[in-house]
């Protein structure tokens, strides 16, 4: 059989597996793992940026079956807003030109960033674009998958607990809590979402994706 090796840890991968054993990123070729480079809507592009980073996280927790509050957060994105690249968060949006204002320019703005995974900057344009509609689930789902691409794995929980809490029945919110738990290394936790996940919508767009990954976990 034909070993493979992960793209992203070097590690070896069975042959068949989709996923690095190691590091959960996806092994499969191009133009099979579901990636398209440009995506057409919120809920695709979440579940695609968030499965994307996973390997960026290395941090442990105790598994737990359904958590009922997040970990506390080791750093506040409204808080310290600093960017990864260097430099204070306000001064670099400030830097950019025509920032907007309004709900509708914020998130195209932060659209635009994360699909070039510029997540800092996505990441404040959703916050600012949440803090003049708080219950537009879909740009909090954004906000959560950039907050994890930005490596902050219990931040990004709470804003889809905060999703779910509102609207149990958002699809991609609780396929990306699984993703989350699964990098924490909670697999029953990431089992419990993915299932969920299933149960609202079998046929969607992370559908394969999720199923894959319980096939991985022996779920």
Known sequence: MTEKKCPDCSATVPAGSKFCPECGAPVQAAGKSGKPGKKASHALRDNLIIVGVIAAIGIGYVLV???EEPPVPVQEVAQNQANPHGGDMESMMGALPN???DFEGLVGMGNTNMDQSNYAVAAECYKRALAIKADAYDVRTDFGACLHG???????????????AEHPEHGIANFNLGIVHYSMKNNDSAKYYWEQYLQIDPNGSAAEAARDYLKQIGG
């Open 150 to 164: 930005m490596g902050l794995a219990a931040r990004a929980m709470e804003e889809f607990n905060k999703v779910i």
């Open 99 to 101: 920032i907007p204002t």
């Open 65 to 67: 079956r359904e958590p």
